[in-house]
Nanobody, 115 residues
């Protein structure tokens, strides 16, 4: 079973930046897609950004142009660089790995954007 360990997050001011990192272990020989989702209080979990094993990114409209997802397939890591943060970006962020339709999730890391 794929294991995902997240790091980063914390508190940022509006307009600030944060970086999230995720390291995966027990990856199958043929890697799947990796990405980040988030869940704000009282809301459903939503996609933030994903990246295929070939490096093709996909972003939610709400973060496109502000967030960048990057992946190191050799090291099985994925990073999310978050710039121009807004209070509405406040949420628990979850690392995700998807292989043949099966999802694995990290434990989540809190991101709070507040002045």
């Amino acid at each position: 079973q794929v294991q995902l360990v997240e790091s980063g997050g914390g508190l940022a001011q509006p307009g600030g930046s944060l970086r999230l990192s995720c390291a995966a272990s027990e990856i199958p020989f043929s890697p799947g897609a990796m990405g980040w989702y988030r869940q704000a209080a009282g809301k459903e979990r939503e996609l933030v950004a994903t990246i295929s094993s070939g490096g093709r990114p996909n972003y939610a409209d709400s973060v496109r142009g502000r967030f960048t997802i990057s992946r190191n397939t050799a090291k099985n890591t994925v990073d999310l660089f978050m710039n121009s943060l807004k209070p509405e970006d406040t949420a628990v962020y979850y690392c995700n790995y998807n292989f043949l339709g099966v999802d694995s999730w990290g434990q989540g890391t809190q991101v709070t954007v507040s002045s």
